[in-house]
Structures are given as C-alpha cells and as structure tokens.
C-alpha cells in the first residue's frame, strides 16, 4: 500500500478545496475574485477627482470634440498629435459655453480616457474593436515573435558601455560627456553602425519570411524601415531621382550609378526569376556582405563615373 507524506496528503486536501470552491462559484453563477478586482478598479478609478471636470459636463464636451473632429475628418489622427485639433477645437468651445481652464479640461479628458482603458471596465464589444483596431495598424506588425529587437540609441548605448546613468533629467549631462569624448563616441558610433547592418539584414529576412502573412500595410511599414536605414547606412547608394538620362541644355545627362547599382551590373543573370522588388532586396543582401575591400571597388568605381 502506497504511504504518502503528510505535506502531500494536505496538498490533495488542499486542491481539491480549491476545485470545490470553483464548482460552487460556477454554481452560484459568478466569479468571487473577478467581482472583487472589479470592486478595487471602481475605488481606484475614485480616488485623486481634484481638478477633475465631472462626468455630466465632460460628457457634453467629449461629444462636442467628437463632432468637431469628424467634421473635419480627423477621427483616425494620433492621439499623440491631438493637441493642434484640441487647441483649434477649444477656441469655438469657449463661445458656445464657459471653459474657465482648457488645460483642465485636458487634463481630464485624459483621466477619463484611463479610466475608460482598463479592461475590467471595457464592454467585450469595446475589447473586440480595439484590438481589431490595432491589429489593422501597420505597427502591429511589432508584435510578431521574429520581428528583430531594433538597436539601442547611440545616447543609450553610451550610456550602458561606459556606465553613465541615463535617467530622467540625466540626458544633458551625458550628452555633454559625450561630446568631449570623441573617441568614445566614436567607438559606440562604429559598434551601433555594425549592429544596424546586423538589423537590416534581419528586417528583410523577417519580409521574406513573412509575405504570405503580412498584411500590405505590414508590408509597406517594414519596407519603409529598411529604406531608412539603407539611406543611413549607405548614403552613396541613394537612387538618382533621374531614372531616365535627361536632355539639359542640348546635352544627355547621363544617369548616376550608386556602387549598389555597379554590383547588380554584374548581377544581371541573378535571381531573374523573381519579382523585380524581392530580387533588389536579395541582392541588396549580397552587396551588404561583401567584404570591406570588395565593396570599395564598387564605391571607387561609382565615384569615377
């Protein structure tokens, strides 16, 4: 016959118990702990009302915010770069009815917004929209497991390599040691440079992967990334705005070739079977791990033509 320790034995007991418990709960129709944080959210939500507008007459003002916006088709701006609108709509607010404090009123459209957010207050209707919402968005794209973490700030890296504190208010004094010390920063310069190079080969590895996932506003997020950092990584393989060679002033300007463009040259057999932007992009990744001293050919030569 099995023995069992008394710990064991009481932690049956125990589970059990609990499992007891939920079966009454489920009984009964209702959730003791759910009922209990949304209690604590309600007296949360009440405490820290000074300054605060009260919610009959914040309701008129959101409504009327709301229509302002709408009418002007701004309903899907930021919140982040509301503040233009607010201050254009409050300027009409104050003649249809007395705003004694506009940042107040601020103020208090941002507590409600809070208080609105939390999800033990959100209707699963509201749930269901916000998060449709956003996952219509091209920064959801974010939330993907691969998507590559995107290399620190040259002001955070700094900061970790040599041990400064770049905290709130702390910026300012680490800026300035930054800027008399030219070689640190210099060796954080190049050592960020490489892990951006490391990132932008990630980020299109993470676009092929993903094409017959992502959404076209994904897509053209990402796209839009790896532009940027092409542009600040290789400034001299920037497209000619001329496509075409131009006739100025009787004479064919001839069009600009990036050290980029010389390698695809001798490239042209490549990749043929794809569409014409997934062959760029593969050949981009190519050129980009090129060796130093082959890569310089290709520069040298670019800035001889």
Request: with cysteine.
């Amino acid at each position: 016959m099995p023995m069992f320790s008394p710990n064991r034995k009481r932690l049956r007991e125990e589970s059990e118990d609990d499992i007891q418990d939920m079966t009454i709960r489920s009984e009964r129709g209702m959730d003791c702990e759910d009922e209990h944080e949304e209690y604590e959210d309600g007296e949360e939500l009440s405490q820290g009302k000074e300054g605060l507008i009260p919610p009959h007459v914040m309701f008129e003002h959101v409504e009327s915010f709301r229509k302002f916006a709408s009418e002007r088709g701004k309903l899907s701006l930021p919140w982040s770069r509301m503040k233009t609108l607010f201050d254009e709509w409050i300027v009409l607010r104050q003649h249809e009815c007395q705003v004694s404090d506009p940042d107040s009123l601020l103020k208090s459209f941002k507590r409600y917004l809070s208080a609105s957010l939390k999800p033990t207050q959100m209707s699963l209707d509201t749930c269901f929209r916000n998060v449709s919402d956003y996952l219509d968005r091209p920064e959801s794209v974010l939330m993907h497991a691969d998507y590559p973490v995107k290399p620190p700030s040259l002001i955070n890296y700094y900061s970790k390599k040599f041990g400064c504190t770049a905290g709130f208010g702390k910026l300012k004094e680490v800026t300035d040691r930054m800027k008399e010390d030219h070689a640190g920063r210099q060796e954080c310069e190049k050592e960020l440079a490489d892990l951006e190079k490391a990132f932008l080969e990630k980020l299109e590895e993470f676009l092929t992967n993903n094409d017959d996932v992502l959404r076209p506003k994904q897509k053209q997020f990402v796209g839009n990334k790896i532009k940027q950092i092409r542009k600040k990584l290789f400034p001299s393989q920037r497209t000619s705005k001329a496509k075409a060679a131009k006739q100025t002033n009787g004479k064919v300007t001839r069009q600009e070739m990036t050290a980029f463009d010389l390698f695809c040259q001798t490239k042209k057999d490549k990749y043929t079977d794809l569409p014409e932007e997934d062959r760029v992009r593969k050949l981009q990744k190519k050129f980009n791990k090129l060796p130093e001293d082959k890569r310089e050919i290709f520069e040298k030569l670019a800035l001889v033509r």
